[in-house]
């Protein structure tokens, strides 16, 4: 694991000149930033840390698909399939009103389905698969569920 690379270009540009050898990024950053390695056979997917094969690369497997046992299985539902669809929320502060963060929420996923917002996702080749506010908010709740025992486990992958 390299750290240090302040953003997407930086990390694109050590690729292309070798300086490391893979990266981890979703699906939908990956394939709008990385077009030309992608479309120039440049780079291989070798697996998804989704809970599901993604439509566009259904041939790439999953990381549970290569877990021994129940233990490593429990700890990627819990950790990769329940934080992954949470990268990038939108947060509110503590204390905003119930009633305001509805109609946020709804005016958010209202935009996530409006015809001329998807059009011009589509031009720019953006997947829109956006999870509604109770379903990130429910995946936030069940990473501080995680089993205590899987936590030092965790840990020491983690490092």
Partial sequence: MVAGYKATSEVRLAFNSGEIEGICNAWESFKSTWRKELD???VTLILQAIPMRHR?????????????TDEAKRMIRSVIHTIAPTVRPYVLPPGTPKDRVETLRGAF???MKDQEFLADAAKAKLDINPLDGATLETNVKEVFKLDSALIPRLREILK
């Fill in 56 to 68: 566009e690369v259904p041939n790439v497997p999953l990381a549970i698909d290569y877990a021994k």
């Fill in 40 to 42: 120039d056979n440049e």
């Fill in 109 to 111: 996923m209202s935009t």
